[in-house]
């Protein structure tokens, strides 16, 4: 259990952060909860609060180191040490490479991917080594192969997972674990942010919602994860085969990936 643990978690607002907030509320734990919208992230604290956990609310956009260290040391103003970092925010984008007008998409999902949550990280882990805590980093199958159409989001989710699997070697013996999680599709508000081929949002999910997991469903999957300090989760059946089919049967797990956009589910 995670009882009267400290834990960061960003994108906090929405989607798998808001049920991951919710999620560990029931442990009745304190939350710093981040995004960058104040006011749906006083929203999420009020239900959290009425969980029985204590909350903190950060509005940060991760994207800017300034304001990733600040959100660190609110929470350590407030509760004088850190246990668990959960890097969850995030952007994405839905576009074939050779159709984006506008590259800036690719750049700004790095921002927020990956590079928000080294910033992050990087201000985080002085507390995190003194407690011995737990270092997340919400990445995506994505992350693991790759996906049509979501070029640049799953170059960032790779570097997510790159960076996390080599921190984790390099915090052997100092008590710190690292954990990632690989959500599979999931419903969230960041498809309909998606960003198209013109840099602009998509304005609705280009999935079929009904059929994708729910987020209060990955979050009960990540926050046990969490508790047990497991080196990775992967959301789905079809996710974790096809990590294995990537290594013996590399064309296959290609066409897996372009049925899953074609019929995006």
Not at 78 to 104: C, E
Not at 147 to 162: L, N, W
Request: glycine share 8%.
């Amino acid at each position: 259990m995670l009882t009267d643990q400290i834990v960061v978690l960003t994108g906090a607002s929405e989607g798998i952060g808001r049920a991951m907030a919710l999620e560990l509320a029931r442990q009745r734990l304190a939350l710093v909860l981040a995004a960058r919208s104040r006011e749906r992230l006083e929203e999420v604290a009020r239900e959290c609060e009425a969980a029985g956990s204590e909350c903190l609310v950060v509005p940060t956009d991760v994207t800017d180191p300034q304001q990733c260290r600040a959100l660190i040391d609110a929470a350590i103003a407030r509760f004088g040490r850190l246990d668990v970092l959960i890097n969850n925010a995030g952007s994405t984008m839905w576009s074939r490479f050779d159709a984006l007008i506008d590259l800036g998409v690719i750049e700004q999902v790095m921002r927020v991917n990956y590079l928000g949550a080294v910033y992050l990280t990087a201000a985080a882990l002085p507390w995190l080594k003194q407690s011995q805590g737990r270092l997340v980093a919400v990445t995506s199958v994505a992350g693991l192969t790759g996906v049509p159409e979501r070029t640049g989001y799953a170059a960032s989710k790779h570097a997510m997972t790159g960076f996390f699997d080599s921190l984790r070697i390099e915090l052997d013996g100092s008590g710190v674990t690292v954990t990632v999680i690989a959500p599979d599709f999931v419903r969230s508000e960041i498809h309909k942010r998606a960003l198209g081929p013109d840099g602009r949002p998509l304005g609705a999910s280009p999935m079929q919602v009904a059929r994708i997991m729910t987020a209060e469903r990955c979050a009960r999957m990540a926050v046990r994860a969490i508790d047990r300090r497991q080196r990775l989760l992967i959301t789905s059946a079809r996710g974790r085969v096809g990590r294995w089919l990537k290594l013996f049967a590399p064309s296959l797990i290609d066409r897996i990936a372009a049925a899953a956009i074609r019929n995006k589910r």
